[in-house]
Structure formats: structure tokens, C-alpha cells
């Protein structure tokens, strides 16, 4: 085969796994790892090396690319091994795409590699070996820079904290995850990322910020159409809804995911589902419909041999048929599924339920006088109350102080937010809006190169005799309003202010946004700024002020370069021709080049009176024809 037709071999192996079908999947995986072992002397056997220096082809571009596709394969079949329980292969197989990576350097892969150990480290519930796998997977994508998967590492290890109990942690990774996905716009992580949060606050027993997060996961799901998602949401929010007492929404969510987990063939979701209603009938009173959803749920998880699932509902049943108030109450039957509890619980190491379904097997020893039963159990409850009494303390230290952090957080937020709108504002009164965006974005340097632009510089006359009669703040006030009423005009046609160089001012159209009528907008902005102005007699010397002002057109580049006061600025032949249209013209005129009379349109000319004033000498650009700009009368 050729290596093409393995690449599509594996797409073909990821979708299988992608749809459920491991089985399928791990066949493609092995025949593409045959196919390697023949072709390339890649070795994928447990006693045999991983990798053998030599190969078909001694180009080292093929040996990356023949490694990348090995591990990538590897990857695949571990993960299925992983989905069918086969949890020591799928880490042995990890073990071995780690190895391939390491000898080609291939970071990316190294670090996935990693990532896949950590997962299954967690579904063994080894949290505290996921955690170390993960925190060095996250280490390498943050240092690659690969968004996507620094967000994917972030979920990952709030996995982790979560089932380790460390609500802080979790919450604090969940919200990384979750900031990164909004930023890439993945509704698929963003969703996961709110369902976890959503758990974390169920736990911390915060049902109405659980209920908002799961909400907001439900609805993403629904616009995806992932059902399989969308039922484990429901079954959320109708676990919350019971928690908050309000059996009604509890029952109606519950049911809607009983429907679609039937329409699923999901066995297992069914069986939840038949505990959590079971439940709430029981908050209900309802003790016969109760118990009938217990026993379908027990039923259900025997047949699939979920023992933690089987535990839980054989508590639930013992408990209601050694409560008294059921009018089905039967000591014998409750100490019966009780017993069975306890026993698969201590096998479980089950603590929290074995703690609960302890004190309900005391009481009934105690109600039916069995008194030294009663007292064995007690002391068993008492024991192991101390511990489960402890993680509820932790539980609570946790939800303080996620409550302090959230506090502090939403203070930063708050600051930030300010700060950031602030920054906002003083950057787009400094760079053009579509510049500072960029440089928001994270652009360092920004060099755009524009054709056909129209350049102004305009210079107060007789500047340096007036700074001689004013003060320095008069003079200041002066140069204030003289360029104020510039801004507003070059914002009226649509002109970007460059800066201001003592009493000079310099402005462009057609940078950084493109305009086709640039002349016809600078040459408008030109007119009004001799106009249109007058300036307040209020200073301690008379003030009366013209300008001159100069005109070219033609190629710019344009951009701002630097790490520190960021200024955007034009460079070019063009921008120094404009200056010199403006020092070479005269007083209250507006002297322009022949190539900016070329950029005005025939239209155009129509409306603005152009007048030659034949070849002039310029300095640093020899003779140039040039002309002056008027109103047509």
C-alpha cells in the first residue's frame, strides 16, 4: 500500500471509533501496523524493539512521516482498546506511539502520546497518575502553542481534579478550557466544558448556578443534534430540579430523557434514569411507584453487570422496605438487599454509600429489637462517619473557597474590563479601528503596503513668530484647536490623521481602509480646512493664523513597526513628494502634484478648479510639474 492509502486506511479507523465501532477500528489500526512492520521495519511486537534505525528509504522525510503515521496509528488502537475495557493493552500500545515519538523528536505527537496515558490512567480511576501524564501534555501543547489542544488538556485535568474532589482546580481548568473554546468558536468543547462546570457546582450543592450551566450545555447540544449528549443533560437538570425539591420540572426533564434514551437503545442511560425518577416519587411519598423503578433499575444494571449502579439500587430498595411509613415494609426484604449492598460497596470501597446504606440496616436492627445486630452496624456507621463527615468538610472548605475566588475573580473581571475599555478608548482615538484590532489579536509587527493613497500635509504660516509673542501654554491652546478642527474634517471625508510634527500636520485616504475616490475626499478636506476656520480673539497677542497645505498621490506602505509606543505611520517616495508640495506652495493655498490632478476623476475635475503653475523646482525631486486646488465659483 502506499502511504496515501494507509493515511485514508486510518481516517477510516477514526471514524469507526468516532461512531462506536472499536472493534472495526482496531482491525484497520493492525492492518496498517502490518503493513509498516513489512514495508518499513517498523516494529510493533512486544519483543522486539520499537523502532529499527534502518528502513526502505533512507530519506529522513520518510522515516517522520512513515513515525508520524505509526504513532497516529497507535494511537487510534489504543483508544479503542481503551472504549472495549482493555485498559492494560491500550496502555502498553500508548507506551509504544511514546517511544516512536521520543525517537523522532516529534513533539505534538510526544505530547498526545502523553495525553492519551493520562485518560487512561482516569478511566482506571487513578487520578493522581492522570494528573502528572496531563500536567506534562499540557506543558508541551502550551510551549508548541496549539490552541486547540491546550484547551482540550485544560478539560482533561478538570476531569481529574473533579473525581479527586478538588472542586477549586476543577472549576479553575474548566473555565480555562472553556475561555479557549469560546475564543475558537468549538460549541462542541464549549458545551463539555459548561456540562463539567455544571457537575462541579451539583456537587458543591450550588443547584441554581448548576442548573444555569447545564441549560446553557443543553442548548448547545440541541443546535449540534448530539442526542447522546442532550440525554445526559436532561438526566442533569432533572437530578437538580429533585435536589431543589421541585419534583414537577424533575419528572418532566427525567421523562424527556427516558424518551430519548429508549430511542437511543441506550440500556444503561434507561437504567439511570429509572433510579433518578425512582427518587423523586420517593420525595413524592409515592412509595409503590418508587420501589417499582427501583427494582426495573436493579434488573437493568444486573443484567449489565454494573456493580456500582447494582450497589446504589439495592440500598435504595432495602431503605424503603425497612421504612415503616410504606405500607410494603418487610424486615427480611430490607435486610436482604441491605446486606447485598454493604457487601458490593466494601468490594467497591464504596464509602460514601456504604456509609448511608449502614445506618439504614442499624435502624432496622434497632426497630425489630436486634440489638447487638444494631450496635455491630452502628459502630460501623459511626466509623465510617468520621471519614465521610471529613470529605464533606473538605466538600465545604472547597465550596468557600471557590466562593472567595469567584469573588476575587469577578473583582479582577471588573477591573480588567475597565481597564480594557479604557485601553480600547485610547487606542482608537491613536490607531485606526482595524489596526487595533489586529494588534489586540495579537499581531507584532503590521506593514501593509496600499496603492493609489492621497497624502496631506498641512503647516501653520508664520508659526515660529507667534511661538515668539505667546506663552507656551497660549501657543499650546492654539496648536490644540488649530488641529481639532483638522480631526474634524478629516473624519468628515474620511481621513486618517497620521500625526503632527510641531505645527505640521500630515493625514491619508485610502489607508489602512481603501478608497476608490481618495483625491476627490482629500481634496475636499483640503478646501474646508482654508475655509472654514476662525479662531477666538481671547490671547495675549493677536492671532491670526493661515495655512499651507500639500497634496500628492500615489504608493504608500503603512503600519506600525516597534514593541513600544505604537504610532501608526506611513513611509514611501509618496509621503515625502506630499511634503514637499506643501513647503514649496504658497500661503493659504493648496499646492498638489500632477500625479494627484491624474487620481481625481474626470468627474471630479469638474468640481474642483485646477489651476497649473507650471514646472517648479523642488527640492530632492528636481523639476515637477505642479497646480493649486480651488472651488469652482
Request: aromatic share 10%; with cysteine; proline share 1%.
Amino acid at each position: 500500500m502506499t502511504h496515501n492509502e494507509l493515511e485514508e486506511l486510518l481516517i477510516r479507523a477514526d471514524t469507526e471509533n468516532t461512531n462506536g465501532h472499536y472493534e472495526e477500528a482496531k482491525e484497520l489500526a493492525n492492518t496498517i501496523l502490518e503493513t509498516l512492520t513489512t514495508a518499513s521495519r517498523f516494529h510493533f511486537k512486544e519483543d522486539s524493539s520499537v523502532f529499527f534505525k534502518k528502513s526502505f528509504s533512507d530519506n529522513k522525510e520518510t522515516l517522520e512521516e512513515t513515525a508520524s503515521l505509526s504513532v497516529r496509528t497507535l494511537l487510534a488502537l489504543a483508544f479503542a482498546e481503551r472504549m472495549m475495557g482493555n485498559y492494560e493493552s491500550s496502555l502498553a500500545t500508548l507506551e509504544k506511539a511514546l517511544s516512536i515519538a521520543e525517537e523522532f523528536d516529534n513533539d505534538e505527537n510526544i505530547a498526545r502520546a502523553l495525553r492519551n496515558i493520562g485518560i487512561v490512567h482516569q478511566f482506571n480511576s487513578d487520578y493522581r497518575a492522570a494528573l502528572e501524564y496531563h500536567h506534562r501534555s499540557l506543558a508541551i501543547f502550551s510551549k508548541l502553542g496549539i490552541k486547540k489542544s491546550i484547551g482540550l488538556s485544560h478539560g482533561i485535568l478538570g476531569v481529574s481534579y473533579y473525581h479527586l474532589s478538588d472542586y477549586s482546580h476543577a472549576l479553575e481548568y474548566f473555565h480555562k478550557s472553556l475561555e479557549i473554546f469560546e475564543e475558537l468558536g468549538i460549541k462542541e468543547f464549549i458545551s463539555e466544558n459548561l456540562y463539567n462546570i455544571g457537575n462541579v457546582h451539583l456537587n458543591l450543592s450550588d443547584f441554581e448556578r448548576a442548573l444555569e450551566f447545564f441549560q446553557k450545555a443543553l442548548e448547545i447540544y440541541e443546535f449540534l443534534g448530539k442526542k447522546n449528549s442532550i440525554v445526559i443533560a436532561l438526566e442533569s437538570i432533572g437530578v437538580t430540579y429533585k435536589e431543589l425539591s421541585d419534583n414537577t420540572q424533575a419528572l418532566e426533564y427525567l421523562g424527556k430523557a427516558m424518551v430519548l434514551n429508549k430511542e437511543l437503545g441506550n440500556t444503561y442511560g434507561i437504567g439511570s434514569n429509572l433510579g433518578n425518577i425512582g427518587n423523586v416519587h420517593l420525595n413524592l411519598l409515592d412509595y409503590h411507584s418508587a420501589l417499582e423503578h427501583f427494582l426495573r433499575a436493579l434488573a437493568i444494571f444486573e443484567q449489565l453487570g454494573r456493580k456500582n449502579s447494582i450497589a446504589i439500587s439495592l440500598g435504595n430498595i432495602g431503605t424503603l422496605y425497612a421504612n415503616q411509613d410504606f405500607n410494603g415494609y418487610d424486615a427480611i426484604e430490607a435486610e436482604g438487599h441491605l446486606l447485598k449492598a454493604i457487601s458490593l460497596c466494601e468490594e467497591l470501597k464504596d464509602k460514601l454509600n456504604l456509609y448511608a446504606i449502614e445506618k439504614a440496616l442499624a435502624d432496622l436492627y434497632h426497630i425489630n429489637e436486634r440489638w447487638k445486630d444494631s450496635d455491630t452496624h452502628f459502630r460501623k456507621y459511626h466509623a465510617l462517619e468520621k471519614e465521610v463527615q471529613s470529605e464533606g468538610a473538605k466538600k465545604q472548605a472547597h465550596k468557600l473557597d471557590y466562593e472567595r475566588k469567584e469573588a476575587e475573580r469577578e473583582k479582577h473581571l471588573e477591573v480588567e474590563r475597565a481597564r480594557s475599555q479604557a485601553t480600547d478608548e485610547i487606542l482608537s482615538n491613536i490607531l485606526p479601528v482595524n489596526i487595533m484590532e489586529r494588534l489586540i489579536k495579537g499581531e507584532k509587527k503590521i506593514v501593509d503596503s496600499y496603492k493609489n493613497v492621497s497624502v496631506l500635509f498641512a503647516d501653520i504660516v508664520g508659526f515660529t513668530k507667534l511661538s515668539a509673542l505667546l506663552p507656551a501654554d497660549e501657543l499650546i491652546d492654539v496648536l490644540d484647536i488649530v488641529f481639532t478642527h483638522f480631526d474634524t474634517i478629516c473624519k468628515k471625508h474620511g481621513l486618517e490623521k497620521i500625526k503632527t510634527i510641531g505645527d505640521a500636520y500630515m493625514a491619508v485616504c485610502g489607508a489602512p481602509v481603501p478608497q476608490v475616490d481618495h483625491a476627490m475626499r482629500t481634496a475636499n478636506a483640503a478646501l474646508e480646512m482654508l475655509e472654514d476656520f476662525e479662531i477666538e480673539q481671547r490671547f495675549s497677542a493677536p492671532v491670526n493664523l493661515t495655512f499651507r497645505i500639500g497634496l500628492h498621490s500615489g504608493n504608500v506602505v503603512a503600519g506600525i513597526i516597534g514593541e513600544n509606543k505604537y504610532s501608526y505611520d506611513l513611509w514611501g517616495d509618496a509621503v515625502n513628494t506630499a511634503s514637499r508640495m506643501e513647503s514649496h506652495g504658497e500661503e493659504g493655498r493648496i499646492h498638489v502634484s500632477e500625479d494627484f490632478v491624474n487620481a481625481l476623476s474626470h468627474g471630479e475635475k469638474y468640481l474642483i478648479k485646477v489651476s497649473e503653475r507650471g514646472e517648479t523646482e523642488i527640492k530632492g525631486k528636481g523639476r515637477m510639474k505642479t497646480y493649486y486646488l480651488s472651488r469652482v465659483q
